[in-house]
Nanobody, 126 residues
């Protein structure tokens, strides 16, 4: 069964850090696209960072310099290290997989990802 499960969310003060985990099953993260997305109340779901199926890595402007996506192939897990968190980073964070390797121009956007986790809440508050 193809599945991704997020963990690692929580409450953190501004300037703090969190590391989110996305544990995959049913496929190998090394060979497919994995993305981190987030959705704040009243807002649309937006991309944060992705490993794309063409081997590229994408960061949203809001994530550049503060967030780092990485993966541990042995654990079949993708991580999102989030540093210097801000109030505006508060959202439900989702992990999703793109298993379509035929796409020659994959993009880091929700419509390109087919298998979604349940989400993990990140709250940045003093």
């Amino acid at each position: 069964q193809t599945q991704v499960v997020e963990s690692g969310g929580g409450l953190v003060r501004p300037g703090g850090s969190l590391r989110l985990s996305c544990a995959a099953s049913g496929f190998e993260v090394e060979y497919y696209g994995i993305g981190w997305f987030r959705q704040a109340p009243g807002k649309e779901r937006e991309a944060v960072s992705c490993f794309l199926t063409d081997g590229g890595t994408h960061y949203a402007d809001s994530a550049k310099g503060r967030f780092t996506i990485s993966r541990d192939n042995a654990k079949n897990t993708v991580y999102l290290q989030m540093d210097n968190l801000r109030h505006e980073d508060t959202a439900v964070y989702y992990c999703a997989a793109d298993l379509d390797v035929t796409n020659i121009q994959p993009l880091c956007r929700p419509s390109g990802f087919s298998h979604w986790g349940q989400g993990t809440q990140v709250t940045v508050s003093s």
